[in-house]
């Protein structure tokens, strides 16, 4: 490891080994002036130890006589005496003294040593002073020059333009700028009008532009051409005004820079201006108009000559021939008004003030025309069921479809069949019948119509219609599957659908005496393809219903009984849209509802009421009535005549005749 003492001393050298020290025999300590005081090493036992240090002009402590043994160059010793005064000798030396006292201190162990050599100092002397002093001034004299070069513009920014007879030139970025903005007057070869207003300011230009326009146009005749017919277009209300302002504004700005410091502008500017001294460039005013009050003036004369398309339209429907009554559509006739408002102001800015504008218009065909109904309307779907034979059920039915039938709904519109069948009074046709009332059978007006609302649903579903609103009855009815009914009740449940196709829809409602057949069928734009729906419905789960429930009645009499309401199971019923093609295969199925009808007792009123107005005693569980046990009379004696003829035994109990369960008006 090198210690810091070593830095003056060569790197490569090995460390230098001391010598034990003679009293007799002190070695001079040579230093190098040069360096700075660093303390002496000297190694121990392997060890480099630190010795103090001795600066050479401390005194005469600072240098250290050692005898050299001339002999062992053939001369005698008196010739070689070290005197403290050699010491200056040896520090002028330098780095040569220092490395031969190293040299010494590692050979001590030799008995030969050489003296260290002497090095001349150099005489200074007043040469480099001059030479430093003659740079200094030609330095100065240089920056003078080169201020003075500034100070001429010299060294500022060009550019290189082309001249108006062609020359290229380079020029100062500033000497153009100054000439292309300064002085506020417009370039050279500027015409406004044909009128030269070069070398003018803007009052100047503005005066002798004005003073060569025309008069304004007094006759303004400009008419519109419309499908071969002329429309005359009156603008003598129009004010006109000429455009002087706004040309010279934009003729001084021409080429005119704004940026000192953008050079590529600036050339493209300056090369313009030449250019213009030869090519000129022109402007040319106009009579312009109120855009708004030309707009106005346009429309009025065009917009009544529009027509908007219309569609052809169902307004009936031929029940004897089941066709369509059709109101033709109407054709369409748009004109462009924007583009005749732009073609006439564009007139009067190029100063023609008569002329004809032609207007682009078009006949619009409307999509749903006469012919196109014709071939592609007809039965969209029909739901059928047969009603039993009641005549007032069968009356309600009749009415409600007479209500129904020829119903037009429009794309979007909803059916609700409280609203087009009307409340269930005897001023609107309907009459008495059963209906169901709180999960009982009982008698109300309209009774029955519920058949059809399910006809009304089923012919919806098939026609793939949206079903908005339906509601199942409390149990199935007999006239169609589970799962496929929907009752109704004025003021309370509603059944209802939508249109929800692009066209017009008809229903059609019969009820059918002859057969007792109720119908429902939907006309409009028919299924693609010749495809059809099938509305079905699939039994998923079952309740079996419990044992016969009696309740007593006080106004019937003993012996009657009459049946509210037969025994239903409960059951989970799921409804299916099928779709099949015109060869009836299944193409795909979508659920529509499932309906959770609750599990029924049949429930049967007995009656309780005694002859003499009492009341007979009443099991509910069985049902059966118990009258009292009557006072036995005394026994008549026997009449000789022939014996009175016996009563007949009374008739047994008989049950009122229970309602088919045909549905009703409503439910709870």
């Known amino acids: 490891m090198k210690s810091s003492s070593n830095r003056g001393h060569d790197q490569n050298r090995p460390p230098v080994r001391s ?26 036992n392997g060890m480099f130890t630190e010795e103090p240090y001795h600066d050479l002009n401390d005194g005469p402590s600072a240098a250290v006589e050692e005898p050299f043994d001339y002999s062992l160059m053939g001369r005698p010793n008196s010739s070689a005496v070290v005197s403290s005064k050699t010491s200056s000798r040896s520090r002028s030396s330098g780095s040569s003294s220092r490395s031969s006292s190293s040299a010494k201190r590692s050979s001590s162990s030799s008995s030969s040593r050489k003296p260290a050599p002497k090095r001349k100092k150099k005489k200074s002397d007043g040469k480099g002073a001059k030479i430093a002093a003659i740079v200094a001034g030609g330095i100065a004299i240089a920056a003078g020059i080169v201020g003075i070069l500034f100070a001429l513009g010299v060294f500022k920014p060009r550019i290189e333009v082309t001249m108006a007879d062609g020359t290229v030139q380079k020029i100062k970025a500033e000497d153009a700028f100054a000439e292309l903005t300064e002085g506020e007057k417009f370039y050279d070869g500027t015409l406004v009008n044909d009128i030269n207003v070069g070398g003018m300011t803007k009052t100047e230009a503005y005066n002798a532009v004005t003073a060569g ?32 302002n706004e040309v010279l504004d934009e003729a001084f700005a021409f080429n005119r ?22 090519v000129p460039v022109k402007y040319q005013t106009a009579y312009t108009c109120a855009t708004e009050g030309l707009t106005d003036l346009v429309h009025s004369v065009l917009d009544p000559m529009e027509v908007q398309e219309a569609d052809a339209v169902i307004t009936d429907f031929d029940k004897t021939t089941n066709t369509f009554v059709i109101q033709p559509e109407v054709n369409g006739f ?11 102001k564009g007139l009067l800015e190029d100063r023609i003030y008569q002329g004809i504008v032609e207007v682009d218009s078009e006949v619009v065909v409307p999509e749903v025309t006469q012919a196109f109904i014709n071939e592609n309307f007809g039965r969209r779907s029909s739901c059928s069921s047969t009603a039993s034979n009641n005549k007032n059920r069968n009356t309600n039915l009749d009415q409600a479809c007479k209500n129904i ?71 199935p009815s007999s006239y169609v599957d589970p799962g496929l009914d929907a009752t109704v009740d004025w003021g309370s449940i509603d059944f209802v659908f939508k249109n929800n196709t692009d066209y017009q829809i008809v229903m059609r409602a019969e009820f059918n005496w002859n057969d007792r057949s109720c119908t ?47 025994a239903h199971d409960g059951m989970v019923v799921k409804s299916y849209k099928v779709w099949y093609t015109a060869d009836g295969n299944e193409i795909k199925r979508e659920d529509v509802a499932t309906s959770n009808y609750r599990m029924w007792v049949k429930k049967v009123e007995v009656g309780t009421k005694l002859p003499d107005g009492g009341q007979a005693k009443f099991d509910p569980k069985t049902g059966e009535v118990i009258t009292p046990t009557a006072t036995p009379k005394p026994t008549p004696t026997p009449a000789p005549a022939t014996a009175a003829p016996t009563d007949p035994p009374p008739a047994p109990p008989t049950e009122t005749p229970q309602p088919d369960d045909g549905g009703g008006g409503g439910e709870d």
């Open 520 to 566: 429902v069928s939907i006309y409009g734009m028919k299924l693609p393809e010749g495809q059809y729906i099938k509305f079905i419905s699939e039994v998923t789960q079952t309740t079996p219903h419990g044992e016969t429930e009696y309740v007593p009645n006080p106004n019937l009499a003993v012996g009657e009984r009459n049946t509210l309401r037969n």
């Open 405 to 475: 039938d020829g119903t037009i709904l429009n794309p979007g519109d909803e059916f609700s069949f409280n609203g087009v069948v009307g409340q269930r009074t005897s001023a609107n046709g309907f009459v008495e019948a059963t209906v169901i009332t709180g999960g009982q059978y009982e008698q109300g007006m309209g009774g029955g119509i519920c058949q059809v609302s399910t006809m009304v649903y089923g012919a919806a579903v098939k026609a793939d219609l949206e079903i908005v609103n339906r509601k199942y009855h409390a149990w």
């Open 19 to 44: 010598a034990s020290p003679n009293p007799q025999s002190p070695r001079p300590q040579q230093q190098n002036p040069s360096a700075r005081p660093q303390s002496n090493l000297s190694r121990n």
């Open 213 to 244: 326009l025309e008069a304004a146009p007094l006759n303004v005749d400009i008419d519109l051409k419309v499908s071969e017919e002329v429309h005359d277009l009156d603008l003598s209300s129009l004010t006109l005004t000429v455009n002087t």
């Open 334 to 344: 748009k004109i462009d008004s924007e583009k005749a408002v732009n073609d006439v």
């Open 257 to 278: 820079p704004t940026d000192p410091e953008d050079f590529e502008k600036l050339k493209e500017c300056y090369d313009a201006y030449q250019r213009q001294k030869n």
